[in-house]
């Protein structure tokens, strides 16, 4: 059974907080197996990456080459179901268009004292994906990460994805192509994320690596922080819902259930002021299920982690969202406008009774890589910034120099850093 | 001695990834240590701030309180060096005038599909500002973290420095007050980061962490992050700069002088096409570093990591100086602006010779929290957006619906998501 608040009851400001602070991952303790296996990828390169992936994804990447070829991709594609490759193009072009409208302006100013400021956006040189196999062997996520890379101009985006058994999922190479990443090698674990952050005989090391996995390689991406980039660490998918007593508690609950199906650990929450419609969702939802291929993965996070919070009002709706700053957030009410206005912390928000998160996961054209687990509250979605950064210029003349050099001296002196301040003093003949 | 390479030498590729690959930090290994004081804090508050702040720091934080008064930072700034805290404020308005253009736009459209897009930024609620105790309690660096989370609208910044012996630096005090910080705790270690990132009677907690610090605060910070945002964790800093023949070989000395006076693990290196010049560079800098307070500093930084590089032409810059991908780059040639031109990796240029970098540390405008030790790579100099997150707009009607939902069903059911092509379809009565 999921959880019903109700924001009247007295205990209720004690019970929301307990559920803000429920634990949803398993936190497995796997640093030291990460840091062998780092260690071993590092000392000895592809040999590694061969005995590894004998090891976990039971293939021979001595026999099938650590690489995938072009020909091996092109034929993918060809098996490929071309009804779901149209779908993948169509998305792909929506994608794309919204995020060429994210490319970031550079920019040169003087200021009244003469100095010349500006920044400059350059793209990261190279970036790895890391693709996860098996059954999250998720297309529309290739997508998602690819894009906004080769939108920010990155000249090599090499990407990784395991083989479990030797097999690749050809809608993910389909995407891969689409979205024009460069290299594909069949490789996954921590072992890949050492071998892009590193490099090997047969992959050039990148500058920074994206992309979801499991905890081995989560903990993976944490190792290597530092020597590249990496994006953040995502955790389990929620979503909240916000709706009004005119919805349709059939579409609520099949928004919830389309969020519940991702993971045990993923979570679904409605608020709504009318107590007849939580009680009409919470029934649907129990109908629903019985008709979903998922429903033992759905059945389990809507129990553990499901919540309904009935409210008093409305008004009450954008503090309580605020506080759970959800990585989605559909707003189902007469006035959404009002609602989203009001919203300060949502990794997405999904406007009106017709956009079901579903449209954003897939052919929105906005990202669906958000910030997770309350972490919308300091962080943003995936856009081409995260595949570009910025260099700071700063220009003086003579008589610049002149105008600025004494605060800087004074400065420099005050934090006892003397040849800071001598570096200006020498050219000012002081 | 510094580093002699010369790019004539048939050995020069080899030597200079050998340069690139030397080690500057002593990765001390705290994490342990680190663990175990989060723990402590986060089980018993206060107290622990307090117990462990009469161990590292020698101070009773019972007796004197763990928030620093306002009385107390009137006092400070009262007793501060009128020129200097003249200076402060003179270098806060540059770097709020400068920061203050770095806001980003929100924005939604409408494509040709009728589908409405769009990103709203809000600023991060409660950010921690993390300040160095002792000798590198820097007042510039208050105001080069504090301002930008200002601008970006910031509610709550809550700084934490430590005061040992009690002891608290007023012009620190004086920075914060000029760059409007909120609340200022005087804690520090993995202790104070703790507290910001969990809260504590005293403490409320905050939902991102900046700011520089020893090797206990950086494994902290490591350590929170998901909790909390953090910045980037900081490595030694660097200069590169980049001559001609035509240069004062005095001003490049100062300014490599100013960079090694930082830490005994800064780098400086010197880039230039003209063998006389470099020589004279390397006279000048011993002949300066007699005059320094921190020669003994500077003289080994120097002698350990400072290098010399030697080309045939300035042709060469761009791609050695991106191998680099240096924290600050001086270009100090004839036609500065062709070189900035073609440099794609570094974290601050100053373009000329009247623009020493020290001009940037304090005066300039720009941000001098930069990447180090090769991030340029794939990351940038800290800015407003810093401060901010993004947060997706979508926005269907049933028009919208029907036509991007048959392609969101069809990529839902291929990934073998069908709850969430369901709650597509439902929607389209399929």
């Known amino acids: 059974m999921p959880l019903r608040l109700d924001t009247s009851s007295p205990d209720f400001a004690a019970r929301f907080t307990a559920f803000l602070g429920t634990k949803r991952e398993v936190s497995q303790d796997v640093a ?41 991709i092109d034929a993918a594609v060809a098996a490929a179901d071309p009804a779901t490759v ?22 040169r ?55 479990p058994d030797g097999v690749l999922n050809p809608l993910v190479l389909a995407a891969a192509r689409l979205a024009g990443v460069d290299e594909v090698y069949r490789v996954g674990g921590a072992q890949a994320v050492a071998a892009l ?16 996995g499991n905890a081995y390689v989560a903990a993976a991406k944490r190792h290597v922080f530092g020597t590249v980039g990496i994006d953040m660490v995502a955790g389990p998918s929620e979503v909240l819902v916000i709706a009004d007593g005119a919805q349709n508690p059939d579409w609520i609950a099949a928004d919830l259930l389309a969020q519940a199906e991702h993971d045990t650990a993923a979570q679904s929450i409605l ?18 299920l019985a008709l979903l291929p998922r429903r033992d993965i759905a059945g389990a996070s809507w129990a553990e982690f499901g919540a309904i919070i009935t409210l008093a009002s409305l008004e009450e709706a954008p503090a309580l969202s605020d506080r759970i700053a959800p990585e989605h957030l559909e707003i189902m009410t007469a006035d959404a406008e009002a609602l989203v206005a009001r919203i300060r912390h949502a990794g997405a928000i ?41 260099t700071t210029l700063l220009k003086c003349g003579p008589e610049q120099l002149r105008a600025l050099g004494p605060a800087a001296i004074a400065l420099g002196e005050a934090e006892g850093l003397g040849a800071h301040a001598r570096s200006v003093a020498i050219r000012l003949n002081l």
Chains 1, 2 share one sequence.
């Open 32 to 72: 030291d197996a990460v840091a062998g296996i780092i260690a071993d990828v590092r000392a000895r390169g592809d040999a590694a990456l061969i005995d590894l992936s004998r090891r976990f994804d039971r293939v021979d990447l001595g026999a099938l080459g650590i690489r995938v070829s072009e020909a091996e």
């Open 86 to 107: 149209q779908a993948l193009a169509f998305a792909h072009g929506r994608i794309r268009a919204h995020h060429e409208r994210q490319l970031p302006a550079s920019g």
């Open 109 to 163: 100013y003087v200021d009244a004292a003469g100095v010349e400021l500006g920044h400059r956006w350059t793209p990261v040189d190279a970036v790895g994906l890391y693709v996860p196999g098996g059954t999250a062997a998720y297309p529309s996520s290739v997508l998602m990460n690819a894009v906004p890379a080769k939108v920010a101009g990155v000249g090599r985006l090499a990407m990784v994805v395991p083989a």
């Open 197 to 212: 952050a590193y490099g090997t005989q047969t992959i050039a090391p990148v500058a920074k690596i994206v992309g979801p």
């Open 271 to 288: 608020m709504t002021d009318d107590a007849a419609l939580a009680d009409a969702v919470a029934e649907a939802v129990e109908r629903q």
């Open 350 to 390: 999904f406007i009106g009774a017709h956009t079901p998160e579903a449209i954003g996961d897939y052919v929105g054209g906005s990202n669906h890589v958000l910030p997770t687990a309350r972490s919308a509250r300091f962080s943003s979605g995936l856009n081409v910034l995260d595949f570009m950064k910025r």
